[in-house]
């Protein structure tokens, strides 16, 4: 089952993410990271993700771009956990050096319809940052389009999208993998 996870920034998506594609596992169970942490903060973040996969069986795999990239390094059979879409726009949008590709959503939409195509059991994460009503200038407005856009891919390729939001978990398209419909679950 393909799963899309969005809602708010921490809110528990990360953990309820880890717990879905544990319970859907079938072979190998990998955690795709790619966040590359830019300050302390994200460093925590990451330790605290790192912590919660403890002794779940995940084999980290660092992907911070060209996320079609993970067909090679380990094909497509077990079950993932892609975390996030956020940061993986972030690297892909924001280069080093100070550049911007401006035509990373594009790139990202076209590496996970890749990815998703051929990746059976796979849970997604990403942040939703873009449903306020402020128009905000340049750069901030780009990256929030173009993650609303790769997020909505993501929701079309995906048989089941959920939004979490202060750890309740609610259906917005097709049935989480227990067979429950439209189920609310406070998971913490």
């Given amino acids: ?53 403890g002794g779940w069986g995940f084999t980290t795999i660092e992907q911070p771009a060209s996320i079609e990239k993970i067909l090679e390094k380990c094909g497509t059979h077990g079950s993932f956990l892609l975390d996030s ?14 550049g911007v590709n401006e035509n990373a959503a594009d790139k990202i939409i076209s590496g996970m319809t890749r990815m998703l195509g051929e990746i059976n059991n796979i849970v997604v994460v990403s942040d939703y940052i873009y449903g306020d009503a402020i128009i905000y200038e340049g750069l901030t407005e780009l990256y929030r389009r173009s993650l609303a856009r790769i997020d ?17 978990v609610t259906v917005r398209k097709g049935q989480l993998p227990d067979g429950e419909i439209n189920h609310k679950e406070n998971f913490i």
Avoid: W
């Fill in 1 to 53: 089952m393909r799963i899309f996870i969005s809602g708010g920034c921490k809110n528990g998506k990360s953990f309820y993410a880890q717990r879905l594609a544990a319970r859907q596992k079938s072979g190998a169970l990998y955690y795709i990271a790619t966040m590359t942490p830019a300050d302390g903060e994200d460093g925590e973040r990451i330790a605290r993700h790192r912590a919660e996969r």
């Fill in 85 to 98: 879409l956020t940061a993986l726009l972030a690297n892909e949008m924001f280069l080093p050096g100070g």
């Fill in 152 to 168: 909505c891919a993501a929701a079309r390729l995906c048989e089941t999208v959920l939004e979490v939001n202060f750890s309740s």
